[in-house]
């Protein structure tokens, strides 16, 4: 099977995530900017941090997907993981605005997203099992020391909001959350090098 239904039902997916999170924003019941920041301020913040996690997968499953050549049943269900991670985004986002940074919700925020990077590397290792160890997406990866640095990062954001009381550790673990955000705003260099490269070769004229 090809790539594109599956590529065509994930963009589809992702574009409902983002509108879900953006209709869960309230609107302020007053006309000043003071009414913004109280009514809505920290779902703005919230949905932001949300926006750029999505918009992550969404750029770096795009550029993966030009290194896979055809698409088997373990695929699609790998797929199918990551996307249902990713659809408890906007739910967990709205349980952190409602809660205005509560422990509980922040945890569970985090565990969402660990969730979806779990489900992300397992769909990356179900493909290069499927399209061999010297694949172009292996090539790509290397030894993925990003992705296990963003791991570990999320992991110390969760257990931080977990045994540090108060504000404090709810502070540390949205801001571990808002690291792995920054280290990925770029998209993957190492994929997105290596679809150029595959590109070019597919576009070389034979000897």
Known sequence: MRTTRLEAFSDGVLAIIITIMVLELRVPAGHNLADLVHTTGAGLLTYALSFVYVGIY?????????????????????????????????????????SRF?????????????????????????????????????????????????????????????????????????ACYVGVVIMWIVPDRRIARRVREHAAESTAPAP
């Open 58 to 98: 969404w750029t770096n499953h795009h550029h993966m997907f030009h290194l896979v050549r055809r698409v088997s049943g373990g695929v699609l269900w790998a797929n199918l993981t990551l996307l249902f991670c990713l659809s408890l985004v906007p739910f967990t986002t709205a349980w952190v605005d409602e």
């Open 102 to 174: 509560a422990r509980a919700p922040v945890v569970i925020y985090g565990l969402n997203l660990l969730a979806a990077a779990t489900a992300y590397l397992v769909l990356q290792r179900v493909i290069i099992r499927q399209e061999g160890p010297d694949c172009a997406l292996r090539e790509a990866l290397g030894a993925d020391l990003k992705g296990k640095i963003s791991a570990v990062v999320n992991v110390a954001g969760i257990l931080c909001a977990l045994a540090v009381g108060g504000t404090i550790g709810v502070g540390i673990a949205v």
